[in-house]
């Protein structure tokens, strides 16, 4: 199970850090990542993290403004978003999957309900 928070309404150029809780027995050994969701479109990779934590990446589009961490203690994934544009605005889910890196959605079988980010212009 994953369940996101931090979503809601901010101001373009403003923050937002979006959490996801696992409770997941072995969440430390998945490897997770948040794709986001806007309306009428596809579902879309944002940012992915390995199990350890040390290798992450990036779509084009967030790279430079969104960071993607984890902390296996607390069985917690975050995505740190910052100067944030219109364009971001979307729902945003976390999942994971039992390969211990993916960018793929096809990989992921563990999905969050999503949290809605709106950014006004």
């Known amino acids: 199970q994953l369940v996101e928070s931090g979503g809601g309404l901010v101001q373009a150029g403003g923050s937002l850090r979006l959490s996801c809780q696992a409770s997941l027995r072995t969440f430390a050994s998945y490897g997770t990542a948040w794709f986001r969701q806007a309306p009428g479109k596809e579902r879309e990779f944002v940012a992915a993290?390995?199990?350890?934590?040390?290798?992450?990446n990036y779509a084009d589009s967030v790279k430079g403004r969104f960071a993607i961490s984890r902390d296996n203690v607390k069985n917690t994934l975050y995505l740190q978003m910052n100067s944030l544009k219109p364009e971001d605005t979307a729902v945003y889910y976390c999942?994971?999957?039992?390969?211990?890196?993916?960018?793929?959605?096809?990989?992921?079988?563990?999905w969050g309900q999503g949290t809605q980010v709106t950014v006004s212009s």
């Open positions: 993290i390995n199990w350890r934590g040390g290798k992450t």
């Open positions: 999942t994971a999957t039992r390969k211990p890196y993916s960018e793929d959605v096809g990989d992921f079988g563990a």
